[in-house]
């Protein structure tokens, strides 16, 4: 994981210990976390994710306009996303991949389920068509930051889940830029079990926590 993200993320769980310092059960003499503590571990890790995402996201905007890429303005910006989402939803229709616009960006949401084997971070052989009419779209539309997200459910130990979303998010990094993506463009990070979209109590919410995110970013000054 980049250097930075960890220096977020161990602020975070630096955060999470100070606010759960200081609660002690009367009966038991033994700490415990208070409503207020649980509300400042989600908060941190919340943060940490939009620390990390946004740090990522002005570094690659900084690069790709210093490399010569032309800089969106204005309403342009909406009308090129606008064009590109279209496009995106014409390529994926029936793939499995959803297409979710937030602001100006777009998310591509890929189910670990369609992308990976189990605990495997080798793409498997019928996605890759998927990737490639998305490869496509990226390629006629390179005014875009592609931030790759890897994420798991909470299953296993933090550590083998961080290691694994990293991976998977490298997979489809790499396999973009094999395909003639500009490597500049494309920024991959994990962030293991720590961006759930839904619960990991039930089969059917850790099944949507497993996943790979393209989120697509206009270069704008």
Avoid at 61 to 83: E, P, Q, S, T, W
Avoid at 169 to 186: E, P
């Amino acid at each position: 994981m980049d250097p930075r993200i960890q220096k977020i993320i161990a602020g975070a769980i630096a955060l999470v210990f100070l606010a759960s310092c200081g609660t002690t059960n009367p009966f038991t003499g033994e700490g415990e976390w208070s409503k207020a503590s649980k509300g400042a571990a989600i908060g941190a890790l919340a943060g940490a994710a939009v620390g990390a995402l946004s740090g990522s996201e002005d570094r690659g905007k900084r690069a790709l306009i210093g490399a010569g890429v032309g800089a969106l303005a204005g309403g342009a910006v909406g009308h090129y996303m606008d064009r590109q989402e279209a496009k995106l939803r014409e390529q994926l229709a029936g793939t499995g991949v959803s297409v979710t616009r937030q602001g100006d960006n777009l998310i591509l949401n890929m189910p670990g389920n369609i992308t990976f084997a189990s605990n495997s971070s080798d793409i498997r052989s019928g996605f890759y068509d998927v990737l490639n009419s998305v490869v496509l779209v990226l390629n006629e539309f390179d005014k875009t930051l592609i931030q790759v997200l890897g994420h798991t459910d909470s299953t296993g130990s933090q550590q083998y889940n961080q290691s694994l979303s990293e991976r998977r998010a490298s997979s489809v990094g790499a396999y973009l830029i094999s395909q003639g993506v500009n490597r500049m463009r494309v920024d991959p990070l994990g962030f293991g079990p720590n961006h759930p979209v839904a619960s990991n109590a039930s089969p059917e919410g850790r099944s949507m926590n497993r996943r790979v995110e393209l989120r697509l970013v206009p270069v704008t000054e």
